[in-house]
């Protein structure tokens, strides 16, 4: 009876929503005409997208060539290529001491540093979970919400807890007062500082590349596994012939998007550490709104240009895993 009820109310509904637009429909299909009438359906779309997304590129391109430490872009004189080259001027690009935005090159090498660390790593422990949480284990439901729990929470939330944890004062120091050692500056030291961050940013958003291989490794037909079990083939045999190969398109588009997510990592990094000790952990997306917002001078023309380089990488990012998809694709074809 509910679900009667429930129908006709959904009936009802939609014949007043078609009778409210009736006359806009009508319109537009002698305006447009029959074949056209669907630009009036994504019409909406479109302007959210124009406004939010659109518009955005358009006015960081214009802040990219335009100069001085006005706001409004009326107010700011035209420098063409001076902020793109004010960045990458080097007298010798093998040492970074040379360059005249020595930081912007440092944010550069921290960040490649960190997204090739972070992201082997990120991958290979995605891996070694998914494969565990697809076993039949004790309490398999429980262990999967356990390390899907983190995705679920803000990267500013996440990196609160951590900072709690490794402080001076914190949670990690205390213990280890309490057995006689001595406390350790985490988050003072360059090389602890770089370390955990890598860590937190994996502990953080492990659970959902995970989530994407066990996806992958479910619809593994599981008579491939019972073939394999039966030629006795042994499970490494099984891993490198069977699952890893039929797992690469969910691994490509989790390694695309581990890079492209540690390439712009910020929320975690700017609350834990804010860049520091010194620069040993400044990204190039702290970079960019520490040069547009956070000094003294707004330098607005200099933040845009640096934004453009990594809208540049993050392009080639794409391209990369739409080439790697593509290969894939016309591997299997060809099989």
């Not at 009802?12 to 005409?33: D, M, S, T, V």
């Not at 969910?250 to 998007?257: A, F, S, T």
């Amino acid at each position: 009876m509910t679900h009667k009820v429930a129908s006709q109310a959904m009936q009802l509904g939609l014949a007043f929503f078609f009778n409210l637009f009736e006359p806009i429909f009508k319109f537009g299909q002698r305006w447009l005409g029959l074949r056209r009438l669907g630009w009036l359906f994504v019409a909406p779309n479109l302007v959210v997208f124009g406004l939010f997304t659109f518009l955005p590129i358009v006015i960081n391109v214009v802040y990219a060539v335009t100069g001085g430490v006005h706001l409004m872009p009326h107010e700011r004189p035209y420098v063409g290529m001076e902020n793109f080259g004010v960045l990458l001027e080097c007298r010798d690009y093998f040492d970074i001491q040379s360059c005249r935005k020595d930081i912007f090159w440092r944010a550069i090498l921290n960040t490649v540093q960190f997204s090739v660390i972070q992201v082997t790593l990120m991958v290979f422990l995605s891996l070694v979970t998914a494969l565990v949480l697809n076993r039949k284990i004790i309490g398999r439901g429980f262990w999967r919400g356990v390390f899907f729990y983190p995705v679920l929470l803000s990267p500013v939330v996440v990196a609160l807890i951590w900072k709690w944890l490794l402080q001076n004062q914190g949670v990690f120091n205390a213990g280890l007062i309490a057995v006689g050692a001595v406390p350790v500056e985490w988050l003072q030291d360059r090389s602890w500082a770089f370390f955990w961050t890598i860590f937190v940013s994996i502990w953080a958003h492990m659970g959902f590349y995970t989530l994407i291989l066990l996806a992958g490794l479910q619809a593994i037909p599981k008579d491939m596994y019972e073939a394999a079990e039966m030629d006795a083939a042994s499970p490494w045999r099984t891993l490198t012939r069977i699952t890893l190969p039929l797992l690469m398109p969910n691994l490509i588009v989790v390694l695309v998007l581990a890079m492209i997510r540690a390439v712009q990592i910020f929320d975690e990094v700017f609350v834990l550490t804010g860049g520091g000790p010194g620069s040993a952990t400044t990204f190039i997306v702290q970079f960019i709104y520490q040069t547009g917002f956070a000094e003294q001078i707004h330098l607005y023309g200099l933040a845009a240009a640096a934004s453009l380089v990594l809208a540049l990488g993050l392009m080639a990012l794409t391209f990369v895993q739409l080439k790697l998809t593509n290969a894939e694709k016309a591997g299997k074809k060809v099989k």
